[in-house]
Structures are given as structure tokens and as C-alpha cells.
């Protein structure tokens, strides 16, 4: 079993910057995948970015590429969305995912609650 939550969210302008974390219990985190998905009022949840268990490769939305960086400390337990240049069609909840492939459409074994950030213009 692997829980996780999400901190970091929150309120900023546009072009500003937030850092999302993902903690994760368990000692087995490091053989999971990790994802970063949002989800919008009335839209589909998507893929914003996944990196694979090593921290080597990474994969992210054409949205996203060159804002947003993902990364992973299997010491701490701890995945990380450093997000740049946000816009306001950033907005959304944010979730983080442990699951089976860092490709962004593979099987995700657990969720954490959430976390909002909103991007005012």
C-alpha cells in the first residue's frame, strides 16, 4: 500500500511559479512510476507529467514542456512539479499517481487527494 499527498498548491498570477510535492508512505516508493495529472471544472482529467522509478526519464504534455519539470527523491520519499510561466489554463486540481509506466497512460495503483492551484490573468 502506498499513500500519497500533495502540498504546494495555491493562488498565483500569471507567469508565476509554484512547486507542487507528492510524499509518499511506504518503502517500496521507488519502484513506481510517478505521475502528475490535473483536472479542471467540466473537463477530463490529463496527464501533466510522469518520471520513471529511477528519475531518468520523464514525459510530459505539449501544454507543459518547457513550464513544468518533474522530479523524484526516492531518499525522501518525495515527487516534485516545478511548474514555471503558469498560465491561467493551469488551473485545476492536481493530483499525483504511483503507477505502472512513465509513458503518462499506463495503470495508476494509488492517488493522492489533490491539491488546487489557481492561476489568476
Known amino acids: 500500500q502506498v499513500q500519497l499527498v500533495e502540498s504546494g498548491g495555491g493562488l498565483v498570477q500569471a507567469g508565476g511559479s509554484l512547486r507542487l510535492s507528492c510524499a509518499a508512505s511506504g518503502r517500496i516508493f521507488s519502484s513506481y512510476a510517478m505521475g502528475w495529472f490535473r483536472q479542471a471544472p467540466g473537463k477530463e482529467r490529463e496527464s501533466v507529467a510522469a518520471i520513471n522509478w529511477s528519475g531518468i526519464r520523464t514525459n510530459y504534455a505539449d501544454s507543459v514542456k518547457g513550464r513544468f519539470t518533474i522530479s523524484r527523491d526516492n531518499a525522501k520519499n518525495t515527487v516534485y512539479l516545478q511548474m514555471n510561466s503558469l498560465k491561467p489554463e493551469d488551473t485545476a486540481t492536481y493530483y499525483c499517481?504511483?503507477?505502472?509506466?512513465?509513458?503518462?497512460?499506463?495503470?495508476?495503483?494509488?492517488w493522492g487527494q489533490g491539491t488546487q492551484v489557481t492561476v489568476s490573468s
Open positions: 499517481a504511483a503507477c505502472n509506466t512513465w509513458s503518462g497512460d499506463g495503470t495508476c495503483y494509488y
